[in-house]
């Protein structure tokens, strides 16, 4: 079965780095887009950033635009999301999804959650002010 395993979250002050990673098993990774998505308790989950299959084309939320930025490597099946000059409105729980087939094109990069198909079990970071 598929599966999505982050790590790399914790608490960091605000000003700093983190970088999460997600690896992905049991689907042809390279020909999905990937995308990461962020929830606070008791809020819906929110579009952060995604990127095409072959890593061409990304896309971010503007809150987080020329602080963040997604990669991968398909040769190891991960996806990375860097994330520097945190902010305490960026503590969440940060989640990867696989894009669907359908949304997985070559230039389209999805931003709804609907459009992703499979979903990591997240993990949290804080940033403290």
């Known amino acids: 079965q598929v599966q999505l395993v982050e790590s790399g979250g914790g608490l960091v002050q605000a000003g700093g780095s983190l970088r999460l990673s997600c690896v992905a098993s049991?689907?042809?990774?390279?020909?999905?887009?990937m995308g990461w998505f962020r929830q606070n308790s008791g809020k819906g989950r929110d579009f952060v950033a995604a990127i095409t299959y072959s890593g061409g084309v990304t896309n971010y939320a503007d809150s987080v635009k020329g602080r963040f930025t997604i990669s991968r490597d398909n040769a190891k099946n991960t996806v990375y999301l860097q994330m520097n000059s945190l902010k305490p409105e960026d503590t969440a729980v940060y989640y990867c999804?696989?894009?669907?087939?359908?949304?997985?094109?070559?230039?389209?990069?999805?931003?709804?959650?609907?459009?992703?198909?499979?979903w990591g079990q997240g993990t949290q970071v804080t940033v403290s002010s």
């Open positions: 049991g689907l042809a990774f390279n020909t999905r887009a």
């Open positions: 999804a696989t894009g669907g087939p359908y949304y997985s094109g070559s230039y389209y990069v999805p931003e709804k959650d609907y459009m992703y198909d499979n």
